[in-house]
């Protein structure tokens, strides 16, 4: 899901003359297709009926259905009855465990993904620099990026122990750590630490991104003066906000759907100060059989994501720039 | 510009050199490393190191230590035969653990490039009228997230009697996926269509074109894709935590969360043989990756065809 979006984003940008000029070339021939167009035809619907099949059976009818199963109330054993609005109406209302959630959830973006970012930022741009070992450096950063998130998990249930090596660090500067994972104060920067260690893919494509910037322009301000942290921000930083953009709404995404470092180190704990939405649904869902209102909750989950991408678009028209809208 | 997957592209080797060839090639103030530079790199390096290297520590360390959780960093005990008690010591079957992740992950692999390839050809190649329209459909279907649709595919998976075998974590992947699909058209509509033309006229039918023509030109996008779904299915755990519930359907990455969540409170999880798993689970990841790095990059070029900037 989460690289999904982004190819979207370019798609539907690059669908879009492209289906006007298919719609006028189809207008011609379209009142009657010969029989070669029409075996053609034929041909095209049965290649694409694997994805025509899964997209009816496994996309189309488990949404129409879930509309359905989040205006009931159902554990699947018993007939579902149908309650209308009550799933959502008691998720907005009734529930302080869906709100604590939701609130957590953002509390985890918020930070977890322009931190990211802002690493994955100062880190390529170091990259991008002259440096000996670049290739060293770039695969000690990207290596964690391999590592499955069961075991990221499993291995930072040991990192962020009360004498862990982080509250070594910690200690080497004087500061004694807390005990994170079960502190209801410090289990979500908890998990925005783990998140960091993850920071070496935005790093790698920011670089790319960084060393398609002609040197051209850093010749010419130098010319002109500019020192490097002006030229960081008036030539290296406008040239990859697209890809900055891209990562932000992946980031976004992937983040309101954050499960399994949740479900593996805290359930949820301590006292539901790390209880996401997607750990939320799922316990619901497989551990209460409330598939009625897991499903109100998932919906709710989609409205949230939308809201937030539509958000970042909007706010995007001030701060991407696309160096082919100049030409 | 180059787009963005999560497939890292390839550097150019030396960026910051001015244009100029030998002794006039010199380095722009913009991108000189100072010996800061340098630091800093070492030390988010040694950083991010930490953890892999813990890894290794734990799995190295003795029971002993382990039950007293007194690790250190870097490695002091070596206790290479954690790797093979591994499998007999924690009372789980750690062998079918690896056995089932393997299954699930090449049969998912199978059929997401199979699917993909025939699905992706048609959409670039073939004419049909509602074809533009159903594409658009396709790369719509990429923005719902799992979520809406986990319940209901459960509840039909659960209807078939699926349950605890590996067919829910397998069979979608036989019916093609979005943006599979989407990377192999980008990529079948790169390659130029005078050899399926040509093949048309010499009499060969549309699947014989897909099948001998255009198929052995699309192994890269295709390496590319088995790579990923590889990795995906490998890692996945919210997939087998719905559907597999015994202990022999289970794949590693679950069964590793298995084996620290049956200890009691009175006994702590045997940590080094968690980790030996961790490390079981981490290096197909990573010797994957190495092996195919260039083809993940072939799919970036894919991507980057469709305007994604």
Same mark, same amino acid.
């Given at each position: 899901?989460?690289?999904?979006?982004?190819?979207?984003?370019?798609?539907?940008?690059?669908?879009?003359?492209?289906?006007?000029?298919?719609?006028?070339?189809?207008?011609?021939?379209?009142?009657?297709?010969?029989?070669?167009?029409?075996?053609?035809?034929?041909?095209?619907?049965?290649?694409?009926?694997?994805?025509?099949?899964?997209?009816?059976?496994?996309?189309?009818?488990?949404?129409?259905?879930?509309?359905?199963?989040?205006?009931?109330?159902?554990?699947?054993?018993?007939?579902?009855?149908?309650?209308?609005?009550?799933?959502?109406?008691?998720?907005?209302?009734?529930?302080?465990?869906?709100?604590?959630?939701?609130?957590?959830?953002?509390?985890?973006?918020?930070?977890?993904?322009?931190?990211?970012?802002?690493?994955?930022?100062?880190?390529?741009?170091?990259?991008?620099?002259?440096?000996?070992?670049?290739?060293?450096?770039?695969?000690?950063?990207?290596?964690?990026?391999?590592?499955?998130?069961?075991?990221?998990?499993?291995?930072?249930?040991?990192?962020?122990?009360?004498?862990?090596?982080?509250?070594?660090?910690?200690?080497?500067?004087?500061?004694?750590?807390?005990?994170?994972?079960?502190?209801?104060?410090?289990?979500?920067?908890?998990?925005?630490?783990?998140?960091?260690?993850?920071?070496?893919?935005?790093?790698?494509?920011?670089?790319?991104?960084?060393?398609?910037?002609?040197?051209?322009?850093?010749?010419?301000?130098?010319?002109?003066?500019?020192?490097?942290?002006?030229?960081?921000?008036?030539?290296?930083?406008?040239?990859?906000?697209?890809?900055?953009?891209?990562?932000?709404?992946?980031?976004?995404?992937?983040?309101?759907?954050?499960?399994?470092?949740?479900?593996?180190?805290?359930?949820?704990?301590?006292?539901?100060?790390?209880?996401?939405?997607?750990?939320?649904?799922?316990?619901?869902?497989?551990?209460?059989?409330?598939?009625?209102?897991?499903?109100?909750?998932?919906?709710?989950?989609?409205?949230?994501?939308?809201?937030?991408?539509?958000?970042?678009?909007?706010?995007?028209?001030?701060?991407?720039?696309?160096?082919?809208?100049?030409? | 510009?180059?787009?963005?997957?999560?497939?890292?592209?390839?550097?150019?080797?030396?960026?910051?050199?001015?244009?100029?060839?030998?002794?006039?090639?010199?380095?722009?103030?913009?991108?000189?490393? &100072?010996?800061?530079?340098?630091? @800093?790199?070492?030390?988010? /390096?040694?950083? $991010?190191? =930490?953890? !892999?290297?813990?890894?290794?520590?734990?799995?190295?360390?003795?029971?002993?230590?382990?039950?007293?959780?007194?690790?250190?960093?870097?490695?002091?005990?070596?206790?290479?035969?954690?790797?093979?008690?591994?499998?007999?010591?924690?009372?789980?079957?750690?062998?079918?653990?690896?056995?089932?992740?393997?299954?699930?992950?090449?049969?998912?692999?199978?059929?997401?490039?199979?699917?993909?390839?025939?699905?992706?050809?048609?959409?670039?190649?073939?004419?049909?009228?509602?074809?533009?329209?159903?594409?658009?459909?396709?790369?719509?279907?990429?923005?719902?997230?799992?979520?809406?649709?986990?319940?209901?595919?459960?509840?039909?998976?659960?209807?078939?009697?699926?349950?605890? &075998?590996?067919?829910?974590?397998? @069979?979608?992947?036989?019916? /093609?996926?979005? $943006?599979? =699909?989407? !990377?192999?058209?980008?990529?079948?509509?790169?390659?130029?269509?005078?050899?399926?033309?040509?093949?048309?006229?010499?009499?060969?039918?549309?699947?014989?074109?897909?099948?001998?023509?255009?198929?052995?030109?699309?192994?890269?996008?295709?390496?590319?894709?088995?790579?990923?779904?590889?990795?995906?299915?490998?890692?996945?755990?919210?997939?087998?935590?719905?559907?597999?519930?015994?202990?022999?359907?289970?794949?590693?990455?679950?069964?590793?969360?298995?084996?620290?969540?049956?200890?009691?409170?009175?006994?702590?999880?045997?940590?080094?043989?968690?980790?030996?798993?961790?490390?079981?689970?981490?290096?197909?990841?990573?010797?994957?990756?190495?092996?195919?790095?260039?083809?993940?990059?072939?799919?970036?070029?894919?991507?980057?065809?469709?305007?994604?900037?």
């Amino acid at each position: 899901m989460a690289t999904d979006l982004g190819a979207v984003l370019g798609a539907a940008r690059a669908q879009g003359p492209r289906r006007a000029r298919g719609r006028r070339a189809d207008r011609l021939p379209r009142p009657k297709l010969s029989r070669r167009g029409r075996t053609e035809a034929r041909f095209f619907w049965l290649f694409v009926s694997p994805w025509l099949v899964g997209f009816l059976g496994f996309l189309l009818g488990p949404m129409i259905a879930s509309v359905y199963i989040s205006l009931t109330e159902w554990d699947s054993f018993t007939p579902p009855v149908f309650v209308g609005l009550d799933n959502y109406v008691q998720a907005l209302t009734g529930d302080p465990v869906f709100w604590q959630a939701l609130w957590n959830t953002f509390y985890y973006a918020a930070i977890s993904v322009p931190l990211g970012l802002a690493v994955g930022l100062w880190l390529a741009n170091l990259l991008n620099k002259r440096v000996r070992g670049r290739k060293f450096f770039r695969t000690m950063i990207y290596l964690p990026t391999l590592v499955p998130l069961v075991a990221t998990a499993m291995v930072f249930k040991m990192v962020l122990a009360p004498s862990g090596p982080l509250n070594d660090l910690l200690g080497l500067v004087g500061v004694e750590g807390p005990n994170w994972l079960l502190d209801p104060l410090w289990v979500k920067p908890a998990l925005i630490v783990l998140s960091a260690w993850g920071a070496g893919s935005a790093t790698v494509l920011l670089l790319s991104a960084m060393n398609g910037i002609p040197r051209e322009f850093y010749e010419a301000a130098e010319i002109d003066g500019a020192g490097p942290f002006r030229q960081f921000w008036s030539i290296t930083f406008p040239q990859i906000t697209p890809i900055i953009f891209f990562n932000l709404i992946m980031g976004l995404i992937g983040a309101f759907q954050i499960f399994s470092q949740v479900y593996i180190l805290t359930q949820g704990g301590p006292d539901n100060a790390s209880m996401m939405v997607v750990p939320l649904l799922f316990d619901q869902a497989f551990g209460f059989y409330h598939f009625g209102y897991a499903s109100a909750v998932a919906w709710l989950l989609f409205v949230v994501i939308i809201g937030f991408t539509a958000l970042a678009f909007r706010t995007s028209r001030r701060w991407v720039f696309y160096e082919t809208e100049v030409r | 510009m180059a787009a963005a997957t999560q497939a890292p592209p390839v550097a150019p080797a030396d960026p910051g050199v001015a244009p100029g060839r030998g002794a006039t090639a010199r380095t722009l103030k913009a991108f000189k490393a &100072t010996p800061v530079t340098y630091a @800093v790199l070492l030390i988010v /390096s040694a950083v $991010f190191f =930490v953890p !892999l290297i813990l890894m290794v520590s734990i799995a190295l360390s003795s029971d002993q230590t382990s039950a007293q959780n007194a690790f250190t960093v870097i490695p002091t005990e070596f206790g290479w035969s954690n790797f093979s008690t591994v499998f007999t010591a924690t009372g789980l079957p750690v062998g079918r653990f690896v056995l089932n992740s393997v299954i699930i992950a090449t049969l998912s692999a199978v059929g997401q490039v199979l699917s993909s390839s025939l699905v992706g050809y048609a959409f670039a190649r073939l004419r049909a009228p509602g074809k533009n329209v159903m594409f658009v459909v396709v790369l719509a279907t990429m923005m719902i997230p799992a979520q809406i649709t986990m319940i209901p595919q459960f509840l039909l998976f659960k209807e078939l009697g699926w349950v605890n &075998t590996y067919l829910p974590l397998i @069979v979608p992947s036989f019916f /093609s996926n979005a $943006f599979n =699909v989407f !990377l192999v058209r980008q990529f079948v509509s790169r390659i130029p269509s005078e050899m399926d033309e040509a093949a048309q006229v010499d009499g060969l039918g549309y699947f014989g074109i897909y099948r001998r023509i255009v198929l052995p030109m699309m192994w890269p996008i295709l390496t590319a894709i088995a790579i990923f779904t590889l990795t995906h299915a490998w890692g996945d755990f919210m997939g087998p935590l719905i559907y597999l519930n015994s202990e022999e359907m289970m794949p590693l990455a679950l069964g590793l969360q298995y084996m620290t969540s049956t200890s009691n409170a009175m006994q702590l999880p045997p940590w080094n043989l968690v980790m030996v798993g961790s490390i079981m689970l981490t290096l197909p990841m990573i010797v994957v990756y190495y092996l195919g790095q260039k083809y993940l990059y072939e799919m970036n070029v894919s991507v980057g065809s469709a305007g994604v900037k």
